[in-house]
């Protein structure tokens, strides 16, 4: 029943900057893992970030020391800092479970990195 909304996204130039918000409608408390997703056009959806209820986080080596991710649980909603921003960065972002994908995805929120 709990549906996700991604926002924050935009169009910046290379080594900008963008946070993503993921508000969740109901308790995301009971999910372990959350993650950032993104699917480049023509591209498989592939994972961003994870982060689980401890506070453990794992990123893909492309965005490493460039992308934090975080969860705030009283608030339900997970965010995406970015930094450096690259145009490869370029995608629709999404937020979801992980490894299982519980929610359904939504229309999440477009980054564009060009000059």
């Known amino acids: 029943q709990v549906q996700l909304v991604e926002s924050g996204g935009g169009l910046v130039q290379p080594g900008g900057s963008l946070r993503l918000s993921c508000a969740a409608s109901?308790?995301?408390?009971?999910?372990?893992?959350m993650a950032w997703y993104r699917q480049a056009p023509g591209k498989q959806r592939e994972v961003v970030a994870t982060?689980?209820?401890?506070?453990?986080?794992y990123y893909r080596d492309s965005v490493k020391g460039r992308f934090t991710i975080a969860r705030d649980n009283a608030k339900n909603t997970v965010y995406l800092q970015m930094s450096s921003l690259k145009p490869d960065d370029t995608a629709v972002y999404s937020c979801?479970?992980?490894?299982?994908?519980?929610?359904?995805w939504g229309q999440g929120t477009q980054v564009t990195v060009s000059s």
């Open positions: 979801n479970s992980f490894p299982v994908s519980r929610f359904s």
């Open positions: 109901g308790s995301i408390f009971s999910i372990n893992t």
């Open positions: 982060i689980n209820s401890g506070g453990s986080t």
